[in-house]
């Protein structure tokens, strides 16, 4: 009796997991307003930017744009893409330094490192009359976020093999919270601002200001060290020495740090890899068009965006909680070529929608794919290599991840300013069929591997 009281005990998610998990929701609510607002951002600097970096760029592209006869409200988007594209990349870039920093000096002081980044970018965003402002906001909050990373780092640190797992499920938590409630308030508070003088934008940045100091003050009272003394690293050499396999291409498709895998295995882990960057290379360029898309064609406002997001996010929070944790341990193979094949169809439906009820069948798709592709990739990687090498594994996945984000939206959004949101989003739709084939034809090995992984 004794034993088992040991292994429940073993069994229990540590409390610092909940401290983190309260602390991603307030971050990814402050992070996520900004979402329904963008495409009524860069309407508002094309008015008030006239002699700004808005307009310079405006004119840097216009020459391309007339050979392609690409049309003029098509600008936004391209924007729309390079701001995303940024963002993403500057948080690919600072990820690892950070991880690489927290190894030697601690979760707790990167961590508010970053957290004090965050809240400067909110600072900036409050008061950015100017596209230049905006776009400096943005750099920032970028090369901030590494927060995201070194919450897997903490959950990693104070969980055991058995309640990994269910601590990382808290962070996807995290995240469905965020991404359902965020857009909805900054909708909401922009809506409100209309009747009020000033920039709409001004409430929701200074929503996520609050929301980022409040995590700062949570976390200082709340949070405790959970890396250990005596297994930091000892020098800054080491930790930056790793950090280039994690920001180079090449290295992070072939796998490179990761040691003493059989071929076989890393040829599998290999192919999941490239699987997992050109699925979401492609997906997350349609995704970040997705606002742009709707208020063009539909004179979407920004609560109509909210609400978008809204539904979507439920969706997604519903498939999560009553179909992806229900996935039998060696289905997850059979489930991803489930979710990829159904992504085709929704970005398909939602380019051609010539409604809004009809954008919302392909919304229900897009939003089972997004629920179940990652969650399940994810899951079939962390069946990789040895217990010391899991966190290698799943290191250089996410910064696949993350290359895939910073991309992505960018291409797409030239695709989009080029040939039009149709075309860009059927040809899209075509290119996802490559991760698919490539997923199914190496889904039986997977499910092989998971499956002698479990046996183990």
Request: net charge positive; hydrophobic share 45%.
């Amino acid at each position: 009796m004794e034993g088992s009281g040991d292994r429940r005990k073993d069994e229990k998610i540590h409390p610092t997991i909940y401290v983190i998990f309260v602390s991603l929701v307030l971050d990814l609510l402050g992070f996520t307003v900004i979402l329904p607002l963008l495409p009524s951002l860069l309407d508002y600097y094309e008015k008030h930017d006239k002699d700004g970096l808005y307009h310079w760029l405006l004119g840097k592209c216009e020459g391309f744009q007339k050979f392609v006869g690409a049309p003029d409200e098509f600008n936004k988007v391209l924007f729309g893409g390079m701001i995303g594209s940024i963002f993403s990349f500057l948080q690919f870039l600072s990820s690892p330094v950070m991880g690489a920093l927290s190894d030697i000096y601690g979760r707790k002081a990167i961590l508010l490192l970053n957290m004090f980044g965050i809240a400067t970018s909110y600072a900036l965003w409050a008061v950015s009359h100017t596209f230049g402002l905006f776009v400096l906001s943005r750099v920032i909050g970028g090369l901030s976020k590494g927060n995201i990373s070194l919450s897997t780092a903490i959950v990693t640190d104070v969980s055991s093999s058995k309640t990994r797992g269910k601590g990382m499920a808290l962070i996807g938590v995290a995240f469905s919270v965020g991404f359902i409630i965020g857009p909805v308030i900054g909708a909401g508070f922009s809506a409100w601002a209309k009747h009020h003088q000033g920039a709409f934008f001004v409430i929701p940045a200074l929503f996520a200001l609050v929301l980022a100091l409040i995590d700062i003050a949570f976390i200082t009272i709340f949070y405790k060290e959970s890396l250990d003394v005596n297994k930091r690293a000892r020098s800054l050499g080491s930790g930056l020495s790793e950090v280039y396999d994690y920001i180079i291409p090449l290295s992070l498709l072939s796998f490179k740090p990761v040691q003493n895998l059989k071929e076989k295995d890393l040829g599998l882990l290999q192919r999941t890899g490239l699987i997992y960057f050109l699925y979401l290379f492609i997906y997350s360029g349609l995704e970040y068009s997705l606002t742009f898309m709707t208020h063009l064609r539909f004179n979407y406002t920004r609560m109509q965006q909210g609400r978008m997001y809204l539904f979507s996010g439920t969706v997604m929070a519903l498939i999560q909680g009553g179909y992806v944790r229900r996935i039998h341990p060696g289905q997850e193979p059979s489930k991803a070529v489930m979710g990829l094949l159904l992504i085709i169809p929704s970005f398909v439906i939602m380019g051609l929608a010539p409604s809004p009820s009809v954008l919302y069948v392909g919304l229900i798709l897009f939003s089972f794919a997004s629920a179940t592709v990652v969650p399940c990739l994810t899951t079939i990687v962390s069946s990789y290599g040895s217990t010391e090498q899991k966190g290698t594994v799943l290191g250089i996945f996410r910064s696949l991840g993350a290359l895939a984000r910073s991309l992505g939206p960018f291409v797409i959004s030239i695709a989009y300013w080029s040939l039009g949101p149709t075309i860009c989003y059927c040809v899209g739709s075509a290119l996802l069929i490559i991760p698919y084939i490539l997923l199914k034809k190496t889904e039986f090995n997977l499910f092989s591997l998971k499956t002698e992984s479990l046996k183990e």
